[in-house]
T-cell receptor, first 109, second 114 residues
Framework: GDSVTQMEGPVTLSEEAFLTINCTYT??????LFWYVQYPGEGLQLLLK?????DKGSNKGFEATYRKETTSFHLEKGSVQVSDSAVYFC????????FGDGTTLTVKP | DAGVTQSPTHLIKTRGQQVTLRCSPK?????VSWYQQALGQGPQFIFQ???????QRGNFPDRFSGHQFPNYSSELNVNALLLGDSALYLC?????????????FGPGTRLLVL
């Protein structure tokens, strides 16, 4: 079946540091790929998405590129802020969504 | 434009009881999916409804059942509650016929089973 593997956390960075959160997937067919963010006590918010190979999703300074050859969708941001502290989930959608276990990011001033 | 709404926000039940959670999809969406998110884990797919029928189901026992109404709202029912059913239950909606499209999530219902 479909599966998503995320880089294990937690991740702690200083403000303005570079962020990478790795995500690889296994799926039949051609899924859409997503990154969601979850703040404490809240539901999931869509951060960015890509629907086909080589597409780059971007939002709020975050980027991820759909790499079919390596089955990856790594999340990057050039300069993190304290307000980026949250749990990040990588997911694929091939009719129903399959999520990774999440990576907790803490950004310190 | 209202997003996905869920009720109640929090719920406390005891083992063996039954619970009903409710979801209203985003305007213009008629496909509703339910997920269970245990503490510290990613959401797990329970089932998906559109046209008032269950279309897909994840690896959850028959104690978990659902319903979709003509106005596209949905209910999740869990019978014979177990301690392990304690979790955040998320509802997500998406547009008809676009199963691979973005799902929009509600804030969730946090269920505690004692």
């Amino acid at each position: 079946g479909d599966s998503v593997t995320q880089m294990e956390g937690p991740v702690t960075l200083s403000e303005e540091a570079f962020l990478t959160i790795n995500c690889t997937y296994t799926a039949t067919g051609y899924p859409s790929l997503f990154w969601y963010v979850q703040y404490p006590g809240e539901g999931l918010q869509l951060l960015l998405k890509a629907t086909k190979a080589d597409d780059k999703g971007s939002n709020k300074g975050f980027e991820a590129t759909y790499r079919k050859e390596t089955t990856s969708f790594h999340l990057e941001k050039g300069s993190v802020q304290v307000s980026d502290s949250a749990v990040y989930f990588c997911a694929l959608n091939a009719g129903k969504s399959t999520f990774g276990d999440g990576t907790t990011l803490t950004v310190k001033p | 434009d209202a997003g996905v709404t869920q009720s109640p926000t929090h719920l406390i039940k005891t083992r063996g009881q039954q619970v009903t959670l409710r979801c209203s999809p985003k305007s213009g969406h008629d496909t509703v999916s339910w997920y269970q998110q245990a503490l510290g884990q990613g959401p797990q797919f329970i089932f998906q409804y559109y046209e008032e029928e269950e279309r897909q189901r994840g690896n959850f026992p028959d104690r978990f059942s659902g319903h979709q109404f003509p106005n596209y709202s949905s209910e999740l029912n869990v019978n014979a509650l177990l301690l392990g059913d304690s979790a955040l239950y998320l509802c997500a909606s998406s547009p008809l016929g676009q199963a691979r499209e973005t799902q929009y999530f509600g804030p969730g219902t946090r269920l505690l089973v004692l």
